[in-house]
Nanobody, 128 residues
Framework: QVQLVESGGGSVQAGGSLRLSCKAS????????MGWFRQTAAKEREFVAA????????EYSDAVKGRFITSRDNYNYMVYLQMDSLQPEDTGVYCC?????????????????????WGQGTQVTVSS
């Protein structure tokens, strides 16, 4: 089991940036594929980004590709989501999620169902 706590949300104007952090606890974190999802007014839960166990593979939704970057620091049990050029449609609650895989696996998951552990989320509000 991995426990996840997000931070870094807030309110910004369109065009601004935020960096979300996800702090994990649990000895199996480095074997976990991680994902970011958001819940917006338009969609119940939307895939944002995913990253493999060692960060070697990443994937992004078309909506954020080129603007968001996810990374991880396994030594410090952290996952990050750098969000640039934010737009009002990016407003929502952002959650990180974990799915245990194998050591050095490059698997990533772009749907919610494979993920086993979820954080509570952090609110991001972008005003025009």
């Amino acid at each position: 089991q991995v426990q996840l706590v997000e931070s870094g949300g807030g309110s910004v104007q369109a065009g601004g940036s935020l960096r979300l952090s996800c702090k994990a606890s649990g000895r199996t974190f480095s074997r976990c594929a991680m994902g970011w999802f958001r819940q917006t007014a338009a969609k119940e839960r939307e895939f944002v980004a995913a990253i493999s166990t060692n960060g070697g593979t990443t994937e992004y939704s078309d909506a954020v590709k080129g603007r968001f970057i996810t990374s991880r620091d396994n030594y410090n049990y952290m996952v990050y989501l750098q969000m640039d050029s934010l737009q009002p449609e990016d407003t929502g609650v952002y959650c990180c999620a974990a799915r245990q895989t194998n050591w050095s696996s490059q698997d990533i998951f772009t749907t919610a169902s494979p993920y086993e552990n979820w954080g509570q989320g952090t609110q991001v509000t972008v005003s025009s």
